[in-house]
């Protein structure tokens, strides 16, 4: 049986998902996957649900205000005395909902120790456990190893990460994980460390095997083919969440490198058409890169500027 009940319009899942890990993390089930199973009819299902949770979460935002499911779910839970509001934007709950005092979690960007957080989370372990229970806070994170060139790292605070050091490492910790959002910063940075560590790589292997002045290119490129493979993976990455950032899909960042094959396969036999299908391609991943975040959160997560 569910400790939580997580109301929630689908374009808040990625928060929907955030709020249910920091529940967990406390020690509370949460139902928050409304997929119901097979032969079992919608009110049914989740009636049960929630008549067996003790809380219901309702996450308010321009996107579950207008759904008539969250408005019923949320009612429901009204009704039972169980319901715990939260807003994710500036959007206000909608009418006949007010009169229940809502948690403002629009500026909470994941961290146990944020203040707006930490009332949210005892409200409803209160409302779990009892008000006379001491309330619990989520374990502090564990160091997490990452398999970028043998890199070890742990998980940084907000502040930290908000350097060049600390977009390096967040890249590297999210090594493959293209999931939620990158401003532009992190991914500038990101690239000047791949072209610096390119450079190095490049000089080690004109060092160790000699400069071919035909290919203009070291004779045995060991540590630049090592370097470019290592990189590759973080750097698809951080591109698909600063694709999420400005509210683009990240699956057209292989639409990106999708033109980039086709240019070079065209240069050879079509030179004016490869290098046009390449500027293309290399223009808009550009442009993409540098456009600003889009403000307030989106159907991939929180504004990573916390605007």
């Known amino acids: 049986m569910a400790d ?30 409304t997929e119901i199973p097979p032969g079992q009819t919608w009110a049914d299902y989740i009636e049960g649900k929630l008549a067996a949770c003790k809380a219901v979460i309702v996450l308010w935002s321009a996107h579950s205000t207008g759904s008539q499911w969250v408005r019923e779910e949320a009612r429901m839970g009204r009704d039972k ?43 409803v372990d209160h409302a779990v456990r009892g008000p ?26 907000p502040a930290e990460e908000n350097t060049p050091i600390g977009y390096i490492k967040k890249c590297l910790r999210l090594y493959v994980n293209g999931k939620g959002r990158a401003r532009r910063s992190e991914y500038w940075w990101w690239t000047l460390f791949v072209v610096g560590v390119s450079v190095v790589a490049t ?7 000699g400069f071919n002045s035909y290919t203009s290119q070291p004779n045995s490129p060991i540590f630049s083919t090592i370097v470019a493979l290592a990189v ?8 698909s969440r600063r694709f999420h ?30 290098g046009i299908v390449t500027l293309a391609a290399a223009g808009f991943g550009f442009v993409v890169a540098l456009l ?11 504004n990573p500027k916390g605007q």
């Not at 000089?203 to 095997?209: E, L, P």
């Open 132 to 157: 006379n229970a001491a309330p619990r806070t989520a374990p502090p994170p564990q160091p997490s190893f990452t398999a970028a060139m043998g890199a070890m790292t742990a998980s940084a605070s």
């Open 292 to 302: 600003p975040s889009k403000p307030g959160d989106n159907q991939y997560g929180p």
């Open 232 to 239: 590759l993976c973080p750097g698809l990455s951080v591109m």
């Open 81 to 123: 005395g169980k319901l715990i509001p939260a807003l994710l934007d500036a959007s206000p709950a909608p009418f006949g909902f007010g009169e229940v005092q809502a948690a403002n979690l629009a500026n909470w960007n994941g961290q146990t120790n944020h203040p707006d957080w930490v009332r949210f989370s005892n409200a």
């Open 4 to 33: 939580v009940f997580i109301s929630y319009a689908r374009e808040d899942r990625t928060r929907a998902d955030q709020i249910a890990r920091g529940l967990q993390a406390m020690g509370l089930e949460c139902f928050w996957d």
């Open 245 to 274: 950032d400005v509210g683009l899909s990240g699956w057209l960042v292989a639409a990106v490198f999708a033109g980039l094959f086709v240019g070079g396969v065209l240069a050879p036999i079509q030179p004016a058409l490869g």
């Open 203 to 209: 000089i080690i292997d004109i060092a160790v095997s």
